[in-house]
């Protein structure tokens, strides 16, 4: 059903028989392209792209699913739309990671564990154990660290370790003892983040929707008011159908600080399930967070998907 006033038409709504603003249909845009004399608008989140005006609408399309990969399909599209195909590389293989990749990233801080390096270095080394440096770049075999006053020295890989915060964390988290059962390990993941928030953005994937809101609560009641209810501190990251825009802009702000009193800013705590730990990008834009080891983020499952785990 659809109305025409002034010099649109307007989609109704079947119920009410009143006018949806902001509505739209591929088949109303057609009208309104054949009466008025309009240009189509694809206004889809998921688009059904099946016209010849579609596809040339676009320079390049991504993730074409359905029969579109089948040899006769690919012929239909070059021949009458001049749309060329190529194969891409499995999404899953662009998650591994490469098993001779140093773990050290050229920037960070380390600390000294040995004095071990090549024999023209012997001397720059020695006395250097337990000092700090910034690594200047990462080699196979050696790494080069910038320990101040202009002093850079070459260690073996085996002779240096990342920094980490000195805050300790709570008993067990990371221990050799298990946490038994799942009250107590809920407890700690709690407790785990809400000494973190303080230094960085704090993001917790939970198993389910019912565990998002017992956990977030529970961080709630451990950080109290200025993370309270109201106040976004602790946001729980779930869809909503009937605003999917919601579920993007609480990701844009689950990295932004929080200022929990008139001189001091802290970090939200975001609770979620595996839907937002995929596909979405989390922002870090503060060095000092960097600095601090960047976001924290606490798994409290292993799926038994591969593919979930890899995301």
């Known amino acids: 059903h659809y109305a025409e006033r002034g010099q649109g038409l307007y989609l109704l709504d079947e119920k009410t028989n009143m006018i949806k603003e902001g509505a739209t249909a591929l088949w ?15 206004k889809y989140i998921q688009a059904v ?6 596809f040339r609408t676009y320079s390049c399309i991504f993730g074409l699913t359905g029969s579109l990969g089948q040899d006769a399909e690919k012929q239909y599209l070059m021949q009458y739309y001049d749309a060329v195909t190529w194969n891409v590389p499995y999404f899953l293989d662009t998650c591994r990671g490469d098993e001779d990749k140093s773990p050290f990233v050229k920037g960070e801080m380390v600390k ?9 270095g012997l001397r720059q080394r020695k006395g250097t154990k337990n000092s700090l440096g910034r690594l200047l770049d990462v080699g196979r075999d050696s790494l080069l660290v910038d320990l101040g006053d202009g002093k850079e020295v070459k ?16 008993k067990n988290i990371g221990g050799d003892k298990p946490l038994e059962g799942l009250d107590a390990q809920e407890q700690a993941v709690v407790s785990l983040a809400a000494a973190k928030c303080n230094d960085v953005p704090v993001l917790v994937l939970v198993k389910n929707a019912e565990a998002v809101h017992r956990v977030a609560q529970y961080v709630r009641q451990d950080l109290g008011a200025a993370w309270g209810d109201g106040t976004g501190g602790v946001i729980e ?7 999917p825009r919601e579920f993007v802009d609480l990701v844009d702000l689950s990295t932004e600080p929080l ?14 399930t595996a839907e937002g730990g995929r596909g979405h990008d989390y922002r870090v ?16 499952w292993v799926p038994w998907s591969e593919r979930e785990w890899i995301q």
Do not use: W
């Not at 109303?28 to 694809?42: D, F, I, S, V």
């Not at 792209?49 to 579609?54: G, I, M, T």
């Open 28 to 42: 109303l845009e057609a009208m309104k392209r054949n009466k008025l004399g309009h240009h189509a608008q694809y």
């Open 49 to 54: 792209l099946c016209r010849l005006q579609c």
């Open 112 to 120: 000294i564990v040995s004095e071990e390096g090549d024999s023209a």
């Open 155 to 170: 260690y073996m890989p085996t002779c240096i370790e990342k920094c980490v915060s000195s805050k300790k964390a709570p």
């Open 237 to 243: 990251l779930l869809h909503n159908p009937r605003n």
């Open 259 to 272: 200022q929990v009193a008139q001189d001091k800013h802290a970090f939200r705590v975001t609770v979620t």
């Open 285 to 300: 834009v503060d060095p000092g967070i960097d600095d601090r080891g960047g976001l924290l983020l606490i798994l409290t």
